[in-house]
């Protein structure tokens, strides 16, 4: 029997057509996303080995997506996701936000079907696409016996890889999304085996403890960059604006400008969490002593938009610091 793999749209580059073959980058500005069931359509001669269940739900580019969007697709996962005969989740998505969504539900997400994100670099039309690779690929991992208990993944490039480690590394190479430091989780070959060689080892979904069901915002946490000379103004203006948690993207290894750091201590002081990541890329984030006694949290080495997915789903839950510590080292 074929493996019935539900497929929901989120739009992006995989779900948009170019005015012609060499249309590689404004395909968005003259186009909309497809809804879901005419992106199906178009791969249809490929996708016979699946029972393909199309979910519409949204076809937007990905900046636009939000963590509203992320709490209302998650609601729609946990629908599909209670159907027995449903063997695995793809969510088709653009690549701007894609690694944020994916971790997102790799924290959040309560059921335990395999939910797989794919996106393209290219649009389905254009010379050298990898959308329909990349969409069969998808499906391949969706309905492996080995994709289960890995959490959300995310394939592309004939890549597997864990949501909670993979970033965008390129804005137009097909070998965009990386997993700085570990590497990719496997591979699907053009035989169509999926291969895994490494499994994460971090808190993830089904069994994750945050529980965002019955929640319909999520606490707002933003993110301050740091480079030299950096001034305190955003960190004083998000702090004046009432935000729960900064996070910020500190010069390698972690580290705030001075007078970013004098704002950031005042924000402690007045129950803004503050979490120290790196624009690095690469590597843990370790806290110095003086850090860790002005109240900060270190990111682990979660890139800063992934801090701030944790960030905002701990303080869904507590404001506690200690127990959010807790949360980033073990998610």
């Known amino acids: 029997m074929q493996p019935r793999i539900a ?34 359509a178009m791969f249809s001669d490929v996708l016979t080995d699946f029972d393909v269940v199309p979910v519409p739900f ?33 969510i088709v998505h653009g690549t701007s936000t894609l690694e944020e969504t994916a971790y997102f539900l790799h924290l959040a997400v309560k059921v335990a079907t395999p939910v797989v994100l794919v996106g393209a670099q290219r649009p389905p039309n254009g010379l050298g696409s990898d959308a329909g690779i990349n969409l069969v690929n998808a499906l391949r991992v969706a309905a492996a016996r080995e994709a289960r208990g890995l959490g959300v993944l995310v394939v592309m490039n004939d890549e597997v890889q864990s949501a909670r480690e993979v970033a965008k590394t390129s804005n137009f190479r097909l070998q965009a999304f990386q997993t700085p430091d570990f590497g990719v989780l496997g591979n699907v070959d053009p035989d169509g085996v999926v291969t895994i060689y490494r499994r994460p080892v971090r808190r993830h979904a089904p069994d994750a403890e945050f529980d965002v069901g019955g929640i319909q915002e999520l606490p707002s946490v933003e993110i301050v960059y740091s480079y030299a000379g950096a001034s305190a103004r955003a ?24 007078a970013q750091r004098v ?4 924000a402690v002081k ?62």
């Open 7 to 40: 497929v929901i749209g989120m739009g992006g580059s995989i779900s948009t057509p170019g005015r012609h073959k060499l249309d590689l980058y404004e395909y968005g500005q003259f186009a909309k996303p497809l809804q879901v069931a005419d992106v199906l």
């Open 58 to 90: 949204r076809a937007i580019d990905s900046a636009a997506a939000d963590p509203a969007l992320w709490l209302e697709l998650n609601r729609v996962i946990s629908r599909v996701g209670t159907d027995d005969s449903i063997t695995g989740i793809v």
């Open 235 to 258: 960190i004083e203006a998000f702090v004046e604006a009432s935000v729960k948690g900064i996070v910020v993207a500190g010069t390698p290894p972690g580290r705030a400008s001075p």
């Open 263 to 266: 704002a950031l201590v005042d």
């Open 270 to 331: 007045r129950g803004v969490l503050i979490v120290q990541s790196s624009r690095a890329g690469s590597g843990r984030v370790i806290q110095r002593s003086d850090d860790r006694a002005a109240g900060f949290i270190a990111a682990d080495n979660l890139n800063p938009q992934k801090a701030r997915v944790l960030a905002m789903l701990a303080l869904s839950c507590t404001n506690d610091r200690a127990a959010i510590t807790k949360m980033f080292i073990e998610y």
